[in-house]
């Protein structure tokens, strides 16, 4: 769209595009949301890089400040994982940290106005790049799916093979309604992941889209840069809440989702 005169719908639509690509050559295999992919894996390895510095120097006395806050951060997510999950599994602490601080760094993207980085990204060539990942419904998904196999994972080794299917066909309603425990189990299962997903995604899409929107407001004219700017700080300032409550959501549903696998009905 580049050398186009933008208007407020075109602008809109035009940031929360995503850079594609195709993968299998001629009748492509699967279409990649390139910027999705990227930016996930560099707040990831931000992340991990930033955990990395806290422990490099870390003390068993006076602890830095960075040290200090980390620790904090750590013993936060660990207390919520111990008191929801109800197992022995040593895997819950490590995926809680994960899911939170990871969605934590892609959710703050969306405190970059988005022509802060979809401008200097055009000068190289780069026309699309939808910045926030869990605003684009295919990485929410793909999370949700990776905790929907940690469900299944969990309740295979409380269970057993035998007893997890004895269960789904058994329970809620008993051995003679097997076909209506099948159909309810089914549902119960495949929904979670879904729910999971698309509370994350829609509250993510749902606020880019409102910046954008204060972000046009800001072209026009003085008025409309007084307004889009106190709009603009009460939404962010409204976000700063936003963003860590929604990673602390996902995070405490899929514990809750891995501790109610293990449970016996």
Do not use: C
């Not at 595009?17 to 299998?24: C, D, E, I, R, S």
């Not at 910027?35 to 560099?42: P, Q, S, Y």
């Not at 601080?101 to 892609?106: D, P």
């Amino acid at each position: 769209m580049a050398g186009e005169a933008l208007t407020p719908t075109t602008y809109i639509q035009h940031h929360l595009k995503n850079l594609t690509a195709q993968v299998g050559g001629e009748g492509p295999f699967w279409t990649i949301n390139v910027d999705t992919f990227v930016t996930a894996v560099l707040m990831g390895l931000l992340i991990v890089f930033a955990f990395w510095l806290a422990t490099r120097k870390a003390t068993a006395g006076v602890p830095g400040k960075w040290q200090a806050f980390v620790e904090i951060m750590l013993e936060f997510v660990d207390k919520q994982a111990r008191d929801t999950y109800h197992g022995t599994s040593k895997l819950v602490t490590p995926i809680a940290i994960t899911i939170f601080f990871w969605i934590l760094m892609m959710n703050l993207l969306k405190m970059i106005p988005a022509d802060f980085i979809a401008k200097p990204l055009e000068l190289m060539g780069v026309h699309y790049w939808k910045p926030v990942p869990t605003a684009d419904v295919n990485a929410t998904l793909g999370m949700s799916i990776s905790v929907f196999f940690l469900m299944i994972v969990f309740a295979l080794r409380s269970k057993g093979l035998g007893g997890f299917t004895h269960e789904f066909l058994t329970a809620p309603f008993g051995k003679w309604m097997m076909p209506f425990n099948l159909i309810l189990n089914i549902v119960e299962w495949v929904s979670k992941p879904i729910s999971l997903a698309m509370r994350l995604f829609g509250n993510m899409f749902g606020g880019e889209i409102v910046f954008l929107l204060i972000w046009v407001l800001g072209g026009a004219g003085i008025l409309g840069m007084l307004g889009g700017a106190t709009f603009g700080l009460g939404w962010m300032l409204f976000h700063l809440l936003v963003i860590p409550l929604q990673a602390f959501i996902f995070m405490m549903l899929s514990i809750v989702y891995l501790s109610l696998s293990e449970d016996s009905h």
